[in-house]
């Protein structure tokens, strides 16, 4: 019996797996779309969040895929809190399946089989989609999952007499009875990774009369805390920031609030539950009562709190705080675990190429400054710039790692192609940084030396500098829309201008040299112009790269 149960729990658990993952590499992007575009306000983050569980069967993968999207910045904390709160709602549909097989007259495997074998023949077909054969994938982790809660329904035999007295006498310790359970549903859970195993094992044990309504109600309560550990995990990962952390603990306290709530109405609640539900309470309703019990719960609990989003994001804010570093730069957040899904895993470096641009953008801009007024220390300012590019080459072998590790997966031409351009990017991104820095220590070589511009020539290097800065602009503002064949073509002309301002830049150069201008000076000043020159460079690299294989 115990190991047919145990069998049962693990087929079905491999089978919610198999469902999520089939879904998220099927809908890949979209998944993050809907999450970002449908989060305007906090009643659409909610259904959101209902919507995306629904569809990805699993409350965990919804929570672990906002936590890497609230630290990644592409989702506020407020947002955060809404599709958490409708991820909880969204994960009581399995309650309401489990329910309605516990209740069938059919047999579960004459359901699942034809299932799996639909399943298994759409992800071997060669000449469909991958998104197809990813549905094949989903459909065959259905049928394990069918499967699986037949095995563990017949694995659990009538109970005993005397295993009924004990389990009576268990139940009449009152509130005793119902924090020990939620506890034991909150462990069990946190062991199993899945409050959706934890139903399982829930209503096909109040089904077959061992596990009273009271007990299988606190057991599903605790359920609700226990599936708050993954998206725990999720926020302590390494260079996790201070939002990620807060979303994380949205969940747990959000999940802990209404347990604790609804354990002090226990009573009034569990009538309201049976109120809801038609017909007497017994071995061939107790499922509908508990999926009924589950869905009211999770339903009230956000009607209780969706008032108080910005109050509660603001409560957290407080209790957890910013790191001082974060302010100024964020450090970055790829899980040392890819997930499931290749799509979904390139999110995770999207924003971060976004932040790496933006990095090298603040670098020249404080480039151009200094060339128009020489800084008072340049000791600090190569301090600066140093800290900066240092940053950046973590940055550039962080995302290396994390883009490789992608490819070992089975993954399309398509993503492996994204993958690559990727990785072209960000070099090209980091020579940019490199480029700043040289810049900054000719600078101080300059200023050290005593070396003086003319003051046209060095008036000169302001358009010029203002040209690469508008052009590197102009690139940063589309990786993340990709290149029209036009707006290569506007790359190319703003590429062909620097370099004609560059070539009249070293022809006045060479001139004032021949005219017995200082060696030194004119030499580091033909030195710079090659140096800015190759910002425009790397820039232009990063738009033919963005027209050949679209958005980063």
């Not at 982790?141 to 563990?152: E, K, P, S, W, Y």
């Not at 996790?240 to 802990?256: D, G, S």
């Not at 390139?346 to 976004?354: G, S, V």
Request: glycine content about 8%; aromatic content about 8%; charged content about 20%.
């Amino acid at each position: 019996m115990i190991l047919q149960l145990i069998g049962g729990l693990a087929m079905f658990m491999y089978g919610m797996e198999l469902t999520s993952e089939g879904i998220q590499r099927a809908a890949g992007e979209r998944l993050q779309k809907t999450l970002n575009f449908m989060t305007k306000n906090s009643i659409m983050a909610v259904l959101t969040g209902t919507l995306v569980t629904i569809a990805v069967q699993s409350s965990s993968a919804t929570t672990v895929m906002l936590i890497t999207f609230v630290n990644a910045g592409l989702l506020s904390l407020t947002q955060g809190i809404g599709v958490i709160m409708g991820a909880n709602i969204g994960t009581t549909l399995t309650g309401w399946i489990i329910a309605a097989v516990g209740i069938a007259k059919f047999s579960i495997a004459a359901l699942a089989v034809p299932i799996f074998g639909i399943g298994f023949f759409m992800s071997i077909t060669k000449k469909k989609s991958e998104a197809f054969k990813s549905y094949g994938n989903a459909l065959m982790g259905l049928a394990f999952i069918f499967l699986g809660l037949g095995f563990i329904s017949t694995a659990i035999p009538k109970p005993s007499a005397d295993v009924l007295l004990f389990l009576q006498n268990f139940s009449d310790k009152g509130y005793l009875a119902i924090l020990l359970s939620v506890l034991a549903g909150t462990v069990f859970t946190i062991l199993v990774h899945a409050s959706s195993a934890t139903m399982a094992v829930v209503i096909s044990l109040a089904a077959q009369g061992i596990l009273d309504f009271n007990i299988a109600a606190a057991l599903t309560l605790g359920a609700n805390i226990g599936t708050t550990v993954d998206a725990f995990l999720a926020s302590i990962s390494a260079g996790a920031n201070a939002n990620a952390k807060r979303a994380a603990w949205a969940h747990i306290l959000f999940n802990v609030f209404g347990t604790v709530w609804v354990v002090i109405i226990f009573k009034p609640f569990i009538g309201l539950v049976q109120w809801l539900v038609p017909g007497e309470l017994g071995p061939d309703t107790v499922g509908i009562h508990i999926a009924m019990l589950h869905t009211l719960f999770n339903s009230l609990n956000t009607l209780v709190m969706l008032p108080f989003v910005r109050q509660f994001a603001s409560l957290l804010e407080r209790l957890i705080k910013e790191k001082p570093e974060e302010a100024e730069r964020r450090a970055i957040y790829l899980p040392q675990q890819l997930m499931a899904t290749p799509e979904l895993s390139l999110l995770h470096a999207r924003k971060e190429i976004a932040d790496m641009a933006g990095l090298a953008g603040t670098m020249f801009q404080r480039i151009r400054s200094d060339i128009r007024k020489e800084p008072d220390d340049f000791e600090s300012e190569i301090e600066w710039f140093t800290a900066k590019e240092n940053y950046a080459d973590m940055m550039h072998e962080e995302l290396s790692r994390f883009l490789l590790q992608i490819t070992t997966q089975e993954i399309s031409d398509t993503t492996r192609n994204r993958v690559g351009l990727k990785l072209r990017i960000i070099s090209e991104l980091e020579s940019m940084t490199d480029e700043c820095l040289s810049i900054a220590y000719l600078l101080k070589k300059k200023h050290a030396k005593q070396l003086e511009f003319e003051e046209s020539s060095l008036a000169a290097l302001v358009p010029f500098s203002e040209m690469v800065d508008q052009f590197l602009r102009f690139v940063s503002e589309k990786l993340g829309t990709g290149m029209t064949e036009i707006e290569l073509g506007i790359a190319s002309e703003m590429e062909d201008k620097i370099d004609a301002f560059k070539k009249h830049l070293k022809k006045m150069a060479r001139k004032r040299l021949k005219a017995g201008a200082d060696v030194k000076a004119e030499l580091l000043y033909i030195d710079l112009i090659r140096h800015v020159e190759k910002v425009g460079d790397c820039s232009y690299a990063i738009a033919a790269e963005l027209r050949n294989f679209g958005r980063v």
